[in-house]
């Protein structure tokens, strides 16, 4: 789809052609694997520099919206626009302590025992074999949440699992991990939601108190503050 841009004032030039190149992007003007204009014709159309369409791209790259590829087919491609761009923010926010562990473990406390009982509603043969074939590792969670039907609750387990995965992994290795997993299994199989929700909230809370143990050479625990 043909776009036409409009010169940018000279104030954050770099930002206001990120915005309107993002823009075109959410609004469809580009789609997932299309390849955007060259560099030197975003910088006649913007009426910048090809220094600056740069940095723009360059930020774009960075948050997952486009994608530069090397070579005669080369060029710079949009990405299908997925998840990438949340997490990266809820990775940044959480760097710079604007969330803590403990937070986190409140957000998984609310969603997961409602992604639990969702699931359970919705079992089927498939999603069944599913679950049994990763009731030992953490995909089971993001399996519960995909089977709500509910795409940001995914999003959140999937971001929240990411944040803590220090600590699951620890948790694994170090402590006797409580039978969670297959008694939300059992429940969910069976199609009893009530009890899917029971065991789940019991299987976080299980779980934090073992991460508050926890102990990583370089990594700073937030749970229990």
């Keep these: 789809m043909s776009v036409q841009f409009k010169p940018v004032k000279a104030s954050r030039i770099a930002l206001s052609v990120t915005e309107e190149l993002k823009k075109a992007i959410l609004n469809g003007h580009f789609k997932g694997g299309e390849k955007l204009p060259p560099e030197r014709v975003l910088s006649k159309q913007f009426e910048v520099s090809r220094t600056t369409i740069r940095e723009a791209l360059r930020t774009l790259e960075n948050a997952g919206f ?22 990266n923010s809820f990775y940044d926010l ?23 009982r969702l699931a359970a509603l919705k079992i089927t043969p498939a999603y069944g074999k599913k679950l049994r074939e990763n009731v030992d590792n953490r995909r089971f969670h993001l399996i519960l949440a995909e089977m709500s039907g509910n795409r940001f609750f995914r999003l959140l ?4 699992s990411d944040l803590i995965l220090p ?19 059992k429940a969910v199989l069976a199609g009893n939601s009530e009890a899917a929700e029971k065991a789940m909230r019991k299987h976080i809370i299980d779980n934090y108190k073992i991460f508050k143990r926890v102990k990583i050479p370089g990594v700073k625990s937030t749970f229990g503050t």
């Design 66 to 87: 486009i994608k530069t590829r090397l070579g005669v087919t080369g060029g710079v491609f949009v990405k299908e626009l997925g998840s990438e761009p949340f997490i």
């Design 94 to 116: 959480f760097m710079a302590k604007k969330i803590s562990h403990e937070e986190i473990y409140q957000v998984r406390l609310l969603i997961e025992p409602e992604a639990a």
């Design 157 to 160: 387990v999937k971001t929240s």
């Design 167 to 185: 600590f699951i992994e620890e948790a694994n290795s170090e402590y006797e991990h409580p039978e969670g997993h297959s008694t939300i299994l």
